[in-house]
């Protein structure tokens, strides 16, 4: 059984999700806008949590990505630079989850979501890499 404070494996399952979120995204017919948007805030959660469990913050059971963007940010304030993506993607770790009516992601939700995940993973990422994670 791995550790729950294992950097390396948080990386590893956001990389699994926002992949998960671009293959989805890619690959289905009709794509299911609202799970790819899930993918992408969980792929975003999970980096920002291995950062924040690299620089020894505890663990917390939030899916709120201000709170665990908060913790970065005492470590690094150039996090600020994400704020606007982690806003973006917050509701998607509920509204995504259960149906709430018809159209209430769009296309055009999707593509911010992957967008904002992706550069929140990139920046994130290698940030970790330069603390020696991969």
């Known amino acids: ?6 950097v390396n494996e948080w990386i590893r399952y956001a990389q699994m999700d926002y992949d998960a979120a671009k293959n989805m995204a890619l690959l289905f017919n009709p794509v299911p806008l609202e799970i790819v948007c899930y ?14 469990i ?10 709120n990505l201000k709170v665990i963007i908060e913790q970065c940010l005492k470590h690094d304030e150039t996090f600020n630079l994400l704020a ?7 509701g998607y770790s509920v509204i995504s ?7 209430a992601v769009t296309e055009q939700d999707m593509n911010i979501a992957l967008k904002h995940a992706s550069e929140v ?9 330069r603390l020696g994670y991969k």
């Not at 606007?84 to 917050?90: A, G, I, V």
């Open 54 to 63: 690299a620089k020894n913050e505890p663990l917390v059971k939030t899916h």
């Open 1 to 6: 059984m791995t550790d729950s404070l294992d």
């Open 97 to 103: 989850r259960y149906p709430i009516g018809e159209d």
């Open 121 to 129: 993973m990139g920046f994130t990422k290698e940030k970790l890499n």
């Open 39 to 52: 993918h992408c805030q969980q792929g975003a959660e999970k980096i920002l949590k291995a950062y924040a």
């Open 84 to 90: 606007k993506n982690c806003l973006s993607l917050n």
